[in-house]
């Protein structure tokens, strides 16, 4: 019934229109949802996520679209605990990477899926900037150990 309930979910969030999703970025989660104590989320070791699309060094028109890839993880909604499953957070001229013990920020420059999204419209201003995916658990923090892409660095004219 579980899995009938995710494959449901999964379904409904592919039906939305892109773009509305896309531009509704989870609520931050509160202390209530998360404690530092709690103990990371294990991932497997051999389990990656990469930006499919745009490429590194890219020169783009915005607004444009933006592709996520994960191997050996399922994707899932926020909050749900299934092993080997989490959500894609995609970062934004960030330079540091979020804290582990924390749940990853969500503002502008932390765009989170929760619905289990895997591509976005991406509207950004002309100038350089960069891209980096974390996967997330179900309490918006980083598995253990964190699962992070390579940055892309893209020209938005």
């Known amino acids: 019934m579980r899995r009938l309930a995710q494959i449901a979910l999964t379904a409904l969030a592919m039906a939305a229109p892109l773009a509305a999703i896309a531009q509704t970025p989870e609520p931050a989660p509160t202390p209530t949802q998360t404690a530092a104590s709690e103990p990371l989320t294990p991932r497997p070791s051999d ?46 001229d960030v330079t540091e990477p979020p804290d582990p013990n924390e749940p990853i920020p969500a503002d502008k420059k ?40 390579s940055v892309v660095h893209l020209w938005v004219y």
């Not at 020169?59 to 399922?74: E, Q």
């Not at 926020?78 to 995609?90: E, F, Q, R, S, V």
């Not at 289990?116 to 253990?144: N, Y």
């Open 47 to 92: 389990a990656s996520v990469y930006i499919i699309w745009p490429v590194d060094g890219m020169r783009v028109h915005s607004p444009f679209r933006v592709w996520f890839g994960l191997r050996n993880m399922g994707v899932t909604h926020a909050g749900d605990a299934t092993p080997n499953m989490g959500h894609h957070h995609l970062l934004i």
């Open 110 to 149: 932390h765009l989170h899926f929760g619905a289990g999204q895997t591509e976005t419209l991406l509207d950004l201003p002309r100038g350089r900037h960069t891209l980096q995916l974390v996967l997330g658990d179900a309490r918006h923090r980083s598995f253990d150990p964190p699962l992070a892409s």
